[in-house]
């Protein structure tokens, strides 16, 4: 059975800026009994993940390791030589997107001035299947006919293909549609819209008339699938996003916040297989690990908010007692954790003397 994604409303949780999380999470794993930690991070390679990470390391008091690509794709084989370099693990991991959603695209202000899409890998994923989505609930329409819902679906959405290697756009006709088509025009087949749906939508179709309307909104997506010719060995990293999440990508464009929902997606993704690696492939012997997964909400570059997501505790590497923790239950966790806060500067922790970084942005030392 495929497991499949929790719904929108549940993923959008309160954020917290980084260092009462990171507070929180220290506070979290010193009640737990956690010594000699490693503090370790899967996320994007994206510049606007830099200071979060170094904040991390700053409140564990130890630089992080890395276990992760661009598009916050984890690489497994890297946990082996982090449980090198410490004794137990805090991981955190999970995608990000810009806060300042521009066209279902998340986007911040990059270095050179210019607002862009991020994560633009998730981006550069979501924005052929997005225009296929669009271009579909434009084309499609809905009017009234002698008392009842009529449905007017333009040809090429009634050709069947193969799979190809550029994403195609196939309806659901059994759960769109009833019976043959009604008549035939210039640019499509109209026939009765299914009687379930009518009933799904019957609060929204109350304003049709007999003027044809797009289909938008209404367009949903257990109505239609997706189908491409993909390569499942591809180590492209945006292949890898695509083919895990390819099943749940009609959700993905016909929600509220595409960019969100598939960033939200490939954080959950993502988490499920540590989870599994940790309890199936990774020998953990007699180590604390705690992993918590969510959204990064960039501001900028250099400002983000962490939306805490999914958690996961297994106490002296032991899969039996370990606890997971779904989107609700991770926020009571740490929200019942007081906030730790380092007793020394960042430039102490960077080993930096404090007169060395000058008094303003920038400084010339001679010599």
Not at 108 to 117: F, L
Request: hydrophobic share 40%; glycine share 12%.
């Amino acid at each position: 059975m495929t497991i499949t994604p929790p719904g929108e409303d549940l993923f959008d949780q309160p954020p917290m800026e980084p260092m009462e999380l990171f507070g929180r999470v220290r506070s979290l794993t010193e009640s737990s009994g956690f010594s000699g930690v490693l503090p370790a991070v899967w996320q994007c390679s994206d510049e606007s993940q830099g200071l979060k990470k170094a904040l991390f390391g700053y409140v564990f008091d130890t630089p992080v390791f890395n276990l992760g690509r661009v598009g916050a794709i984890l690489d497994p084989n890297r946990l082996e030589p982090a449980s090198h370099h410490g004794k137990d693990l805090v991981i955190l991991g999970g995608s990000h997107i810009g806060g300042r959603e521009i066209d279902g695209f998340g986007c911040i202000e990059r270095a050179h001035g210019k607002v862009a899409p991020c994560c633009g890998m998730l981006a550069k994923v979501l924005k052929e299947y997005l225009g296929l989505y669009r271009r579909a609930a434009s084309l499609i329409t809905l009017r009234k006919r002698g008392g009842g819902t009529c449905i007017t679906i333009p040809y090429p959405y009634l050709l069947r293909k193969p799979a190809a290697a550029q994403p195609r756009l196939d309806l659901r006709l059994a759960v769109l549609v009833e019976g043959s088509a009604l008549e035939e025009g210039g640019q499509g087949k109209t026939y009765r819209l299914h009687p379930g749906l009518a009933a799904r939508f019957e609060p929204r179709l109350g304003s049709l008339g007999e003027a044809p309307v797009p289909i938008g909104r209404l367009f949903q997506g257990d109505l239609f699938r997706f189908v491409k010719k993909r390569d499942p060995d591809s180590l492209d990293p945006s292949s890898e996003v695509e083919n895990s999440l390819f099943d749940f990508l009609p959700e993905v464009v016909s929600s509220r916040h595409p960019h969100r929902r598939l960033a939200d997606m490939n954080t959950w993704w993502q988490f499920h297989r540590l989870v599994y690696y940790l309890t199936n492939r990774f020998d953990g012997e007699d180590r604390n690990l705690l992993v918590l997964a969510g959204l990064t909400i960039d501001d900028s570059i250099r400002r983000n908010r962490f939306v805490p997501q999914f958690g996961f505790l297994m106490p002296n590497g032991s899969a039996i007692d370990a606890r997971f923790y779904g989107p609700q239950e991770v926020n009571a966790l740490l929200l019942g954790q007081k906030v730790i806060r380092p007793t020394k500067s960042f430039l102490d922790y960077a080993g930096v003397e404090e007169g060395a970084a000058g008094g303003g942005v920038l400084s010339v030392v001679e010599g």
